[in-house]
């Protein structure tokens, strides 16, 4: 597997499956350009990606402002002047019952979840026809089935599932193959970022860790997954599931 040559923007690379993928792509030729809202963080995926001889593109910013999606398309090609891979991973959660949502946190969710991805998508488009590249859109298990808690993340999963099948079949033409990513419960520090105390995430894993057989995820496995659906030719438009299990125990 190489992506020797290849640019790869990847939102949300500050820490987790972010970083993770980061590193991954680096250990395989990639250029990169990384996204993230934690300067220090983010530089800290960058060195370690440099360490594997990437030349790496940092871009600051929060994707719940419009006028960054665009950005982080725009720096991407002016620096590298090529798009091959578009990883939309950066998400947030909501640390409150559903009953005390407020509309501002409704669409906070909305913005980062399903409005970023989709316009990121929009504006990478005419990039990924000129390479036949491809989109991974990291979304969750949450959103395959039903649980209580995080319903409007649940449901805007669900949202950015839909859409990945829907701009598959637009992009097919192109021979841009776009595809998902579902993971259940992941070790990284979305539900800190998300406004859980760490105390919380350990409460989440230790409820959820009976529901998967083979242990809860590494964010290791989740960009050998993403990387996978990269280098598949004739996979475009599926939502995958890398649970651990998790579908079978409930």
Not at 60 to 84: N, R
Not at 189 to 204: H, I, L, N, P, Q
Not at 220 to 229: D, N, Q, R, S, V
Request: proline residues 4%.
């Amino acid at each position: 597997m190489s992506f020797s040559g290849k640019v790869v923007i990847i939102t949300g690379a500050s820490s987790g499956i972010g970083a993770a993928t980061a590193i991954a792509f680096s250990k395989e030729g990639a250029k990169l350009s990384i996204c993230g809202r934690n300067k220090e963080r983010l530089s800290e995926t960058a060195k370690e990606c440099q360490e594997n001889g990437a030349e790496v593109l940092e871009i600051i910013g929060d994707l719940l402002e419009f006028e960054h999606l665009e950005h982080c398309i725009d720096k991407t090609v002016e620096k590298f002047s090529a798009i091959d891979v578009l990883i939309n991973n950066a998400g947030r959660s909501l640390a409150k019952p559903f009953e005390n949502t407020e509309e501002t946190d409704f669409d906070m969710m909305f913005r980062i979840l399903v409005r970023a991805p989709v316009f990121l998508c929009k504006y990478a488009l005419p990039h990924l026809k000129k390479t036949k590249g491809c989109v991974v859109n990291v979304s969750s298990v949450a959103s395959l089935c039903t649980k209580i808690g995080d319903l409007p993340y649940q449901m805007f999963k669900c949202a950015l599932n839909h859409f990945t099948k829907g701009f598959a079949a637009e992009c097919s033409p192109f021979g841009i193959r776009v595809n998902s990513i579902n993971p259940a419960v992941v070790m990284t520090r979305f539900a800190e970022t998300s406004g859980f105390s760490m105390e919380v995430m350990d409460k989440v894993v230790e409820r959820f860790k009976n529901n998967h057989p083979l242990g809860i995820i590494q964010p290791e496995t989740i960009a050998a997954g993403i990387m996978f659906l990269c280098t598949s030719p004739h996979i475009t438009g599926i939502l995958l599931p890398v649970d651990s299990g998790f579908l079978g125990t409930i």
